[in-house]
Nanobody
């Protein structure tokens, strides 16, 4: 059974950084992604990574150059989302997701974590 547990959320000021972690009980055939749901908005895909046969990553335009998704080099069930230069519009609940289909579309993921809150204040 696939299980995903996020951690690392919190409150930061504009321009600050946070690193989110996702413990994912999946093998390398699964794509792992991070999604964000801001208050009153739909959940959106931010970044995804596929490590089967090499590291392939993709990002939404809204976070490209500021966020980095990665897999822990020593523990292949641990994934990170490094978030730099955070802005108030990055505020929301961040979810880790996994599926063999991959990409940034919400419908392509069957397995989800419970989410972790990120708040960015100006």
């Amino acid at each position: 059974q696939v299980q995903l547990v996020e951690s690392g959320g919190g409150s930061v000021q504009t321009g600050g950084s946070l690193r989110l972690s996702c413990e994912a009980s999946v093998n390398s055939m699964y794509c792992v992604a991070w999604f964000r749901q801001a208050p009153g908005k739909e959940r959106e895909g931010l970044a995804h990574i596929y490590t089967g046969g090499g590291d392939f990553t993709g990002y939404a335009d809204s976070v490209k150059g500021r966020f980095t998704i990665s897999q822990d080099s020593a523990k292949n069930t641990l994934y990170y989302l490094q978030m730099n230069n955070l802005q108030p519009e990055d505020t929301g609940t961040y979810y880790c997701a996994a599926d063999q289909r991959g990409g940034l579309g919400i419908g392509r993921y069957d397995y989800w974590g419970q989410g972790t809150q990120v708040t960015v204040s100006s």
